[in-house]
Every structure is written in structure tokens, then in C-alpha cells.
């Protein structure tokens, strides 16, 4: 029998987080079963928009197919990143996923009002994260045209 898995097209993402546990929770779920072929981590909003507005320029950086995006960020936060990625013309196109444990309302309309491609709050436990991580490969590696 074949693993769907292997029919899943590989796909790189750009996981913008902070917290080095849940870097590494986010890990290990998605090589346990995921068809990533890369994972960029930066660990706050300045780093991951310099890598994001430099990738064009440099000939060894991987384009993220998409980005999973904190709220909670040092330096700058995600709803600062999030603007700037969408108002950039070279970056808008990039699918930018609100990865969060806030459900605050107003995150949740920002988001959506600055062009995010969806908002999911972080599950409490590693299991909950699988099932996230599955539903979001389903989702953007299987229903969705990507650029």
C-alpha cells in the first residue's frame, strides 16, 4: 500500500517562532510525517523579514512556499511582519499562516484585514499539533494551487 504521504508534492516553509520548545515540538511532528523538504526557523520578526527581503538576492537561500507566523514576537511583532510581508510586491504572493496561541479578536481581524491566508491557534498538546500540521499539509499540499 502506498503512503499518501508520497504523493504529496515537497514543499518549503518558513516557521517564524520564538519559543525554542515549541521549535522544537513543531519539528519533530513534521519529520514524523511531513513532505517538507525544508524548514527555514527564524526566531524573531526583524530576522525573518531580512531573510524574507533577501532571498531574492542570494543564490543559496530557499523560497518558502509558506509561512508559519507567531504573534508573539521579540524585536517585531507578527501582525508588524504580516503588514510587511503583504505590502512588499515581491513577498504578497508568499501564503502567510497566523500560527498563535492568542485568540484575541482583534489579532483575529487584523490578520484577516492585512491579507493573512488563515488563523489557527496553537493546540496544547503535541498530539493536537500533529493533527494541525496534517490538516494544514492537506490542505496546502493537496487542495490548494500554489505559485
Known amino acids: 500500500m502506498t503512503d499518501k504521504r508520497d504523493s504529496l508534492k515537497k514543499f518549503n516553509l518558513l516557521l517564524v517562532e520564538d519559543n525554542e520548545d515549541e521549535i ?3 519539528n519533530e511532528a513534521l519529520r514524523s510525517q511531513s513532505p517538507i523538504q525544508e524548514i527555514i526557523v527564524e526566531r524573531d520578526g526583524e530576522k525573518a523579514l531580512e531573510y524574507l ?3 531574492h538576492d542570494a543564490e543559496d537561500c530557499v ?3 509558506l509561512v508559519l507566523l507567531d504573534l508573539n514576537m521579540p524585536k517585531k511583532g507578527g501582525l508588524e511582519v504580516l503588514t510587511e510581508i503583504k505590502s512588499d510586491p515581491k ?3 508568499i501564503p502567510v499562516i497566523i500560527f498563535t ?4 479578536e482583534s489579532d483575529i481581524r487584523f490578520s484577516y484585514d492585512n491579507f493573512a491566508s488563515c488563523y489557527i491557534s496553537k493546540p496544547m498538546s ?3 499539533l500533529k493533527g494541525v500540521i496534517v490538516k494544514i499539509e492537506e ?3 493537496n487542495l490548494v494551487e500554489l505559485p
Open 24 to 26: 522544537i515540538l513543531f
Open 139 to 141: 490542505f496546502w499540499l
Open 53 to 55: 527581503k533577501s532571498m
Open 91 to 93: 513577498l504578497k504572493g
Open 126 to 128: 503535541f498530539e493536537g
Open 63 to 65: 523560497i518558502p512556499d
Open 101 to 104: 496561541t492568542s485568540k484575541s
